[in-house]
């Protein structure tokens, strides 16, 4: 009989976030310093052969959902064979993808053929100058064509993730209320969180300031009413924290996904990071390292029971988590693309 990772709070996990590499073509303000960060030597990479062997484990412990991501996961060489071969993994029922959509548009046909039906794109503006600003130097003509090309291929979900950085404004949520009435996708805006990953990286010398968005989360939700009535989805569009709206007359959906410990009660989620190490969440540094396991000659059965058991001490939310304050401010010290966001 199949197993289940269930936590000390009675969350049943089944979630997987796979960052498959912590290379990025983009600098994202929020999420990398502009010079980059120290990369990891390729060998500490796990090879395709170890996050099978992972996959597999995890899948016989309960994980039934995973969701590739980064760093930028199509940068990572021949990303299709790892799909392909987490697919045939049997218990796997969703397999989807986050990316920054520069390099998606020639992926598309093979990412849907090896069986990719739901994709996450991110673009925090629709101007062309300001994206080119939050990402230093992407092309946002790319990613629109991306995101056209994947709705007229017939992708089952294709969602636009919108951190709210500090060049966001009224105008830029208008027009993202706009292209969710005209265009079948759901639009995310998402509030910036801070991640502190201490036993990784320096607190004191990499820090990134989270700057407030010029218009708040809540305010663009009230906004929707400018464009008609709208109803709450009732079925969840996701394994995710968002809540969804749809417009009337809308062909896309709305949704918002506010920083609040609340959506932690909920959590289904564990992270398996790029240099090997499963995270229970996104705001702690408590992480195992399953590539020394791996690497090490230890059999399934006993990473198995070390998984189950590191299982236990998944933080009840976000708050329980927090180490690193500096000043009154609390600041991201750690990179969403070394973790896979
Ligand atoms: N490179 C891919 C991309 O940008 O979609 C995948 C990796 S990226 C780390 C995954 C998601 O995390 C993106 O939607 C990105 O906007 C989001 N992200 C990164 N840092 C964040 C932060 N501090 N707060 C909220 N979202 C963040
Ligand atoms: Fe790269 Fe994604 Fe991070 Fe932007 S958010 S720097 S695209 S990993």
Not at 92 to 102: A, K, P, R, Y
């Amino acid at each position: 009989m199949k197993e289940k990772l269930i936590d000390n709070y009675n969350r049943k996990i089944d979630y997987l976030r796979l960052s498959v590499t912590d290379r990025c073509n983009l600098r994202c303000t929020y999420c990398m310093p502009e010079g980059g960060i120290k990369l990891l030597d390729r060998r500490e990479l796990l090879t395709y052969e170890e996050i099978l062997r992972v996959v597999r484990i995890l899948s016989e412990l309960g994980i039934k959902k995973i969701r590739l991501t980064g760093g930028e996961p199509l940068l990572r060489d021949n990303i299709l064979d790892l799909i392909e071969g987490i697919r045939n993994i049997p218990g796997i029922e969703d397999l989807s993808l986050t990316t920054n959509g520069t390099l998606l548009r020639k992926f598309l046909k093979d990412l849907y053929s090896a069986g990719i039906r739901r994709i996450n794109i991110s673009m925090d503006s629709l101007d062309p100058k300001k994206y080119r600003e939050i990402t230093r130097g992407g092309d946002l003509t790319k990613v629109l064509e991306a995101i056209e090309s994947s709705v007229e291929m017939g992708f089952e979900s294709v969602k636009i993730n919108v951190v709210l950085t500090s060049l966001f404004d009224w105008k830029d949520s208008l027009e993202f209320i706009k292209f969710a009435i005209e265009k079948p996708v759901s639009i995310r805006f998402i509030e910036m969180m801070s991640i502190s990953d201490l036993d990784t990286v320096e607190c004191s010398s990499n820090l990134i300031n989270i700057d407030k968005p010029k218009v708040d989360i809540r305010s663009i939700f009230e906004s929707m009413n400018k464009f008609g009535k709208y109803c709450k989805i009732k079925e969840p569009l996701g394994f995710g924290p968002a809540v969804y709206y749809r417009i009337n007359g809308s062909k896309g959906k709305i949704g918002f996904i506010i920083n609040k410990r609340e959506s932690c009660y909920y959590c289904n989620r564990i992270r398996l990071t790029s240099k090997g190490s499963i995270k229970l969440c996104l705001f702690s540094s408590l992480e195992i390292d399953i590539k020394k396991e791996l690497r090490g000659g230890t059999d399934n059965e006993r990473i198995k029971k070390l998984i189950k058991s590191f299982i236990k001490r998944k933080p009840k939310d976000r708050n329980s988590n927090i180490k690193c304050k500096v000043g009154s401010d609390l600041k991201i010290a750690s990179f969403m693309n070394k973790i896979g966001g």
